[in-house]
């Protein structure tokens, strides 16, 4: 069983930033993805960014792409989403997520779809306001 643990969220004005950590045992195995989701309310989760653990690849969503930045620190166990120049439409819960690799699975399997990651965190909630 992968454990994640986020911090870092709270309310922000326009223009804010904030930095989102996730504490995650993930990094105890050779091979992961793993990601940044939100989900505001009505509205389906979506993957903002996420990261291949083995080499740092990553990949985000164009709603964040120059805005928020996805890294890790294997050491630490602890992935980052730093994000800047927030936006009210930033407002959402932000999860952690995590899908261990095995077998031929590489980097390249790591998305932005939800569907593709198996351990959640119980997130953490980042306001926006106008």
């Known amino acids: 069983q992968v454990q994640l643990v986020e911090s870092g969220g709270g309310s922000v004005q326009t223009g804010g930033s904030l930095r989102l950590s996730c504490t995650t045992s993930?990094?105890?195995?050779?091979?992961?993805?793993v990601g940044w989701f939100r989900q505001a309310p009505g509205k389906e989760r979506e993957g903002v960014a996420h990261?291949?653990?083995?080499?740092?690849?990553?990949n985000y969503a164009d709603s964040v792409k120059g805005r928020f930045t996805i890294s890790q620190d294997n050491a630490k166990n602890t992935l980052y989403l730093q994000m800047n120049n927030l936006k009210p439409e930033d407002t959402a819960m932000y999860y952690c997520?995590?899908?261990?690799?095995?077998?031929?699975?590489?980097?390249?399997?790591?998305?932005?779809?939800?569907?593709?990651?198996?351990?959640w965190g119980q997130g953490t909630q980042v306001n926006v306001s106008s």
């Open positions: 990261i291949y653990t083995r080499n740092s690849n990553t």
């Open positions: 997520a995590a899908q261990i690799l095995i077998g031929v699975m590489t980097g390249g399997d790591c998305s932005l779809a939800a569907t593709g990651y198996k351990y």
């Open positions: 993930a990094y105890t195995y050779s091979r992961a993805c």
